[in-house]
């Protein structure tokens, strides 16, 4: 499978905690941070979710 690199650019400050949760979901709680996760249904919707907050190489 892909590889998605996803790098958290927004603040959750005054965010829903939902949207907090997803970013924890993903492994991201600090700006500017880094992760590569595999590509899967699951993973594109807790990046849709958040998609204002982080961005996505892949």
């Excluded at 970013?23 to 996760?37: A, D, P, Y």
Aim: net charge positive; aromatic share 0%.
């Amino acid at each position: 499978m892909a590889k998605l690199k996803i790098t958290q650019t927004g603040s959750p400050i005054r965010r829903p905690k939902d949207q907090r949760a997803t970013l924890i979901g993903l492994g991201l709680n600090k700006m500017h941070r880094t992760v590569e996760l595999e590509d899967s249904p699951e993973v594109r919707g807790m990046i849709r979710k958040v998609a204002h907050m982080v961005t996505v190489e892949g």
